[in-house]
């Protein structure tokens, strides 16, 4: 069996999107709606293109030798990568069948109780928590906090690997006691082995512009170093290991 997922790209020579080279997938479809999204251009599901899991693995073993020499291997993003929970799920245990590591990066939204599975299969969850602050959260993504929470717990009882992303948006989640809340909730999850603090950026304003949506960010301040510094050190206050 080959299942077909919706892609939006590829990058075959990744370094940010967890450890090592890797190639990742960014799949299409996305519920969330993120004020700071840079790629609104993966929210359709149906504006990607199909792939099977074959055709992708074909192209994955071409690059497995130096993914696996620098401790890399292939991360699904998005998008949402858990709208499509069979595509994923059949992709991850293909690679294992060639021994390539794979990690979801996922917003945590989709709902854990039908997706149990999948997060069991990947070997590493880049999870964003896009806010703590509930209210911040409905105001930066359009949709609840909780469903995020849910799926944190379930990687905290099943003790996966998880890494845990944070942007920093001067005005909008850089509340001392958004950062602060977050840094306390996650210091109790042993499971969580990282913490990556990453400045907003308006690289994707163009695309917002492009498909006729209003961007609400346009005002809004490039943090400065010291800003993400400040971010930072709270996590790190609270025992956490910070990128
Ligand atoms: S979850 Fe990711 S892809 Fe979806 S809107 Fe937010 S930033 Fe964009």
């Known amino acids: 069996m080959s299942t077909s997922g919706y892609i939006h790209s590829i990058d075959t020579f990744g370094s940010v999107d967890g450890p090592g080279i890797r190639y990742i ?13 840079h790629n609104p251009d993966t929210w359709k599901m149906k504006d990607g293109i199909e792939k099977t899991t074959d055709k992708l693995v074909a192209d994955i073993i071409r690059y497995k030798s130096y993914m696996l020499n620098t401790g890399g291997g292939v991360t699904i993003s998005g998008g949402e990568p858990l709208l499509q929970p069979d595509f994923v799920y059949e992709l991850i245990n293909k690679l294992h069948t060639f021994n390539i590591p794979v990690a979801i990066d996922t917003c945590g939204f989709p709902n854990i109780d ?6 069991d299969a990947a070997d590493l969850i880049l999870l964003d928590i896009k806010s703590f602050d509930p209210e911040t959260y409905k105001l930066v993504t359009s949709r609840e906090l909780s469903n995020t929470l849910r799926f944190a717990e379930y990687l905290q009882q099943t003790n996966k690997r998880t890494w845990i992303r944070f942007v920093y948006v001067p005005n909008l989640t850089d509340a001392k006691e958004n950062i602060e809340g977050l840094a306390k909730y996650l210091s109790t999850m042993t499971n969580v082995e990282l913490v990556e603090v990453l400045p907003f950026h308006k690289m994707g304003e163009h695309k917002w512009e492009l498909l006729g949506y209003d961007y609400k960010l346009k005002n809004t301040p490039i943090p400065t170093e010291k800003e993400i510094e400040f971010a930072r050190d709270i996590f790190k206050r609270y025992g956490l290991k910070v990128q």
């Open 114 to 119: 039908n997706l149990k599975h999948v997060v």
């Open 25 to 37: 997938i960014f799949t299409s479809g996305c519920l969330m709606r993120c004020q700071y999204c």
